[in-house]
């Protein structure tokens, strides 16, 4: 573990204080593509997998479910995030 220098800004550089900018535009994205996504099912299993690196096998076994089963979730998300508005290119 590395100290943060005392004159390091964690405010985002923003005059007065609160919550940096990017830190809000990735809770909006994160939003959004939870609201593209729709079944909580599909959303749980696009985070597990995309975003934390779980593997298929992994969820599957967790979840009692058959990895061709865990395998059309993802695919289904993944579709659903490719057709939704404003998720191309992030």
Known sequence: MKPMRWS???DG?????GIATSVLDAGRAH?????ALGHWEVAVVV?????AGESIKNLAEQTGEGR??????LKVGLDLLAGAPGMMGR
């Not at 550089?13 to 204080?17: D, E, Y």
């Not at 061709?68 to 979730?73: E, P, Y």
Request: aromatic fraction near 0%.
């Open 8 to 10: 390091e800004r964690v």
């Open 13 to 17: 550089g923003r005059k007065g204080g």
């Open 31 to 35: 939003a959004a593509a939870t609201r």
């Open 47 to 51: 985070q597990k997998v995309r975003c």
């Open 68 to 73: 061709d089963v865990v395998t059309k979730l």
